[in-house]
């Protein structure tokens, strides 16, 4: 009679979840990069995402601004402006990954509201559900025109309809 022998598997394949966070956290800081050139990228408020990019297997509270979206947005891959919660104003950088199912996340970046840099702070605490928020097409002239390297700080202002 053949007897039983009981084991344990441990069926750890060996991926790290900070990593893969941190590869949407660039791919965000360069599609910034994209719409306007260094006019986003070099300002202060980018520094903590600079920082996070730089320390890929380190976690920062920049990763609490990787969202996953449960369901499919009105556009993907595009940049926005998160409109409400008030609190939660920010950049946020719509992305949809593809493979066999298709994957949707959004990834917050500081704007210019006067707390800008506390914004993974407020997203640890207040998960986003449902928000409003302003898709920004890209025009190639925001990168291409030396004269509107302010046109991060004149779209921010204008979506959220405040004055500078």
């Known amino acids: 009679m053949a007897g039983t022998k009981r084991f344990q598997v441990n069926l750890n394949l060996g991926f790290k979840d900070v990593p893969s966070q941190v590869a949407l956290v660039r791919s965000a800081y360069l599609m910034m990069f994209y719409y306007f050139g ?3 990228i ?33 556009e993907s891959n595009i940049l926005a402006i998160l409109k409400q919660p008030q609190d939660l104003q920010c950049f946020m950088l719509l992305f949809c990954l593809k493979r066999r199912a298709k994957y949707y996340y959004a990834v917050c970046l500081p704007g210019f509201n006067q ?49 500078p």
């Open 42 to 74: 070099r300002r202060d408020i980018a520094q903590a995402v600079r920082n996070q990019i730089a320390q890929p297997n380190t976690v920062t509270g920049v990763l609490d601004g990787v969202i996953w979206l449960n369901e499919e947005p009105v």
């Open 38 to 40: 260094y006019a986003y």
């Open 115 to 163: 707390d800008a840099e506390g914004i993974y702070e407020r997203l640890s605490f207040a998960p986003l559900q449902t928000f409003d928020y302003t898709t920004i097409p890209f025009h190639q002239e925001f990168v291409a025109d030396a004269k509107l390297k302010y046109m991060p700080e004149k779209l921010w202002y204008q979506v959220l309809q405040k004055a």
